[in-house]
């Protein structure tokens, strides 16, 4: 057990668990994992609450997220969306159908190269990306509102370590090629 620990959370209880029944378990790494899956746990629901009054799935807010931050004039190519949200070619293309059907993305063949495409944002989609990411914002803000800032910003730091010894960096970006 960690001597920083203030307080026994829901993880320490499955960790307790595993030390006993499996005790050459890598107790560190479990806990890093269950704690961050439950964090995604708490979040989800709350960003699924949040999304279901605008009509709009977790998939469809990260297309969106994604089209809205690389900036004007909001396009990637189906591809680059699939790698930035580990989606299957499948489910990007089902995503996208429902945004386009919805008025929120257009969709236009690349004049480079007519074997690709691109996927944008209409005014519409723009202006659904920037109220539905500021209303999930918030919603996040709410679900962590008693967590210290000086404990959220080492947390985020701790685990963009992580991540990047994972080697999960950011895509290559193609919007303006």
């Known amino acids: 057990m960690s001597e920083s620990r203030t307080g ?5 209880s499955l960790t307790d668990a595993v030390r006993e029944e499996w005790p050459g378990t890598d107790q560190t790494k479990f806990e890093l994992t269950r704690r961050a899956a439950r964090l995604a746990d708490l979040i989800e629901g709350a960003l699924v609450d949040c999304l279901a009054p605008r009509d709009l799935t977790l998939a469809d807010y990260g297309v969106l997220t994604a089209l809205r931050s690389v900036g004007e004039p909001y396009q990637l190519r189906p591809r680059e969306i699939q790698a930035r949200l580990l989606l299957t070619s499948g489910g990007v293309s089902g995503v996208l159908n429902r945004l386009q059907k919805a008025g929120l993305i257009e969709r236009h063949q690349d004049a480079n190269d007519k074997r ?4 944008r944002l209409t005014d519409a989609g723009a202006e659904s990306a920037r109220a539905t990411l500021r209303a999930c914002a918030a919603v996040q803000s709410d679900v962590l509102r ?3 800032d000086d404990i959220a910003r080492r947390a985020a730091d701790a685990l963009r370590e992580v991540m990047l010894a994972l080697e999960d960096t950011e895509p290559r970006d193609h919007r303006h090629t």
């Open 8 to 12: 026994h959370d829901l993880v320490d």
């Open 146 to 148: 008693k967590v210290p």
């Open 116 to 119: 690709s495409s691109w996927v």
